[in-house]
T-cell receptor, first 110, second 115 residues
Framework: DAKTTQPPSMDCAEGRAANLPCNHS???????VYWYRQIHSQGPQYIIH???NNETNEMASLIITEDRKSSTLILPHATLRDTAVYYC???????????FGTGTRLQVFP | DAGVIQSPRHEVTEMGQEVTLRCKPI?????LFWYRQTMMRGLELLIY????????DSGMPEDRFSAKMPNASFSTLKIQPSEPRDSAVYFC?????????????FGAGSRLTVL
């Protein structure tokens, strides 16, 4: 199973870009990288996913390195409401299982 | 769409009692997942269904836990008998093969406290 490694916590000033890194060095060639976040006491929320190309949606951008061993989630203009735990996940190979790790706790401050 | 609907939102029960948690997935979704979250263990996948069929229940902690999906619009997670260590927030999530089986929409969760 591809495991992911994320820093336990990060800070970001409101209005600035938040760049959340994730290492997934054992990812296989056809596995997507998924990002979710969980705001306190709510259910996790899907953000974005990608395979090898950079992806962007209304919430965030996802940059995946060419060797696919790491990725970065970018929140271009962080707000206080972006304070949450962010999870980087690679699906368990040959299944539809998403196993959540401990994630990165992002604190956005004024 | 109202999203994934879970009930009850909060349940307090005594050890030994039966607990039933309910989930209504988003209409048209063909995957349903049950997760449990505690401070100690984080988010754990308990079981997931595809087209109402249980695919993987390897995360179900023990025989006291059972899950069913009698139709595409309803699933239950039952704990019998309940124990204090079952206290957690239980999340249900659904997804669609067409939109991506792993693009999950989560419910608000059911917070269970077993005394």
């Amino acid at each position: 199973d591809a495991k992911t490694t994320q820093p336990p916590s990060m800070d970001c000033a409101e209005g600035r870009a938040a760049n959340l890194p994730c290492n997934h060095s054992t990812i296989s060639g056809n596995e997507y990288v998924y990002w979710y976040r969980q705001i306190h006491s709510q259910g996790p929320q899907y953000i974005i996913h990608g395979l090898k190309n950079n992806e962007t949606n209304e919430m965030a951008s996802l940059i995946i390195t060419e060797d696919r061993k790491s990725s970065t989630l970018i929140l271009p203009h962080a707000t206080l409401r972006d304070t949450a735990v962010y999870y980087c996940i690679v699906r368990v190979e040959d299944t539809d299982k998403l196993i959540f790790g401990t994630g990165t706790r992002l604190q956005v401050f004024p | 769409d109202a999203g994934v609907i879970q009930s009850p939102r909060h349940e307090v029960t005594e050890m030994g009692q039966e607990v039933t948690l309910r989930c209504k997935p988003i209409s048209g979704h063909d995957y349903l997942f049950w997760y449990r979250q505690t401070m100690m263990r984080g988010l754990e996948l308990l079981i997931y269904f595809n087209n109402n069929v249980p695919i993987d229940d390897s995360g179900m902690p023990e025989d006291r836990f059972s899950a069913k999906m009698p139709n595409a619009s309803f699933s239950t997670l039952k704990i019998q008998p309940s124990e204090p260590r079952d206290s957690a927030v239980y999340f249900c999530a659904s997804s669609s093969h067409n939109s991506g089986a792993n693009v999950l929409t989560f419910g608000a969760g059911s917070r269970l406290t077993v005394l």
